[in-house]
């Protein structure tokens, strides 16, 4: 498996057997997790800290980490967009981190995992218990994120007053509808329902439904219809 290789080169500073143990991760957290040697590479560094994970997870195209991580990404923005987060701007405010980094010629040796990531991963493991999980899911590592990456996501989302709080809130709001991450394809399935279905009661809680009470005609002609259809009509 090339991804395990890659972060088997990681340097164990501070770092936990857990860390780097795909079966503590959904599959759409793990690939966020295996394309962390990726991002060193595309921003020619060695060390590698909590910032990067926030990068994949807000960019994965950019660092191909592939269609689990393009599934995290869309559950992350949806989380940071209800919680009023102007996405943009964070886009624009991490370039600018990156930018200001300082960068080496030669990355191609071993790297070394910075102790504020370290710190971020473990606080993932612990917030399966605030949210019930049985993996490390993306909603986790995106609240570890805002609670312990002080050199980025922390002071960037307060700049737009939102606080740790206010994304829990919001994940168990949405976690009220699609439950745990007892799976470890849990962010694909619920990708898939925010693709293709359609959320009955948010849309009324908008006011996006057409009114029932008072089209009894509508209704009754509806119920003929339906009941008309043979098995061979029902498709």
Do not use: C
């Amino acid at each position: 498996n090339n991804k395990a290789n890659r972060l088997q080169s990681f340097t164990p500073l501070r770092m936990s057997a857990d860390d780097f143990n795909e079966g503590k991760y959904t599959e759409a957290a793990w690939s966020i997790i295996a394309t962390l040697t990726k991002a060193a590479d595309y921003y020619q560094t060695q060390t590698v800290e909590s910032p990067y994970l926030l990068d994949i997870l807000l960019n994965p195209s950019k660092h191909n980490a592939g269609e689990n991580a393009e599934s995290a990404r869309r559950v992350a923005e949806k989380v940071l967009i209800l919680a009023g987060t102007d996405l943009k701007v964070i886009r624009q405010e991490l370039d600018a981190h990156f930018a200001a980094q300082p960068k080496i010629t030669d990355n191609a040796g071993q790297k070394q995992m910075g102790q504020t990531l370290g710190q971020v991963l473990e606080t993932a493991r612990q917030t399966m218990s605030t949210l019930g999980d049985s993996f490390v899911s993306t909603e986790g590592l995106l609240l570890s994120l805002i609670k312990e990456d002080n050199q980025f996501t922390r002071e960037a989302l307060l700049r737009q007053d939102i606080k740790y709080n206010d994304i829990l809130d919001v994940i168990k709001g949405m976690r009220a509808k699609s439950g745990p991450a007892n799976s470890r394809s849990a962010e694909n399935m619920y990708d898939a329902l925010m693709k293709y279905g359609i959320d009955f009661t948010e849309r009324a809680e908008e006011g996006k439904l057409d009114p029932v009470i008072g089209r009894d005609d509508e209704i009754r002609r509806a119920i003929q219809i339906l009941s008309r259809r043979d098995r061979k009509s029902v498709v």
